[in-house]
């Protein structure tokens, strides 16, 4: 009987590492994608941003003309 429950222990050790590598891999593969998306659209957000805070600066003075 001890064998069987050290085969059932190794088969559940096993089973945790599997689960933990593939949620490694998902998350190098989400991160990857983020690295892809974040180059593109960071000018995109930084520009809007910008024109943003600028247009709420020009809406404030001019009601104040």
Same mark, same amino acid.
């Given at each position: 009987?001890? *064998?069987?429950? &050290?085969?059932? $222990? @190794? %088969?559940i @050790?096993? &089973?945790? /590492? $599997?689960? !933990? /590598? #593939? %949620?490694?891999?998902? !998350?190098?593969? &989400? #991160?990857?994608? $983020? !690295?892809?998306?974040?180059?593109? %659209?960071?000018?995109?957000?930084?520009?809007?941003?910008? =024109?943003t *805070?600028?247009? *709420?600066? &020009? =809406? %404030? =003075? #001019?009601? !104040?003309?």
């Amino acid at each position: 009987m001890p *064998t069987t429950y &050290l085969k059932r $222990q @190794k %088969e559940i @050790k096993r &089973l945790e /590492k $599997q689960r !933990q /590598k #593939a %949620e490694r891999r998902t !998350q190098r593969k &989400l #991160a990857s994608r $983020q !690295q892809k998306e974040l180059p593109a %659209e960071s000018p995109s957000p930084a520009g809007s941003e910008a =024109s943003t *805070t600028s247009g *709420t600066a &020009l =809406s %404030e =003075s #001019a009601p !104040q003309d």
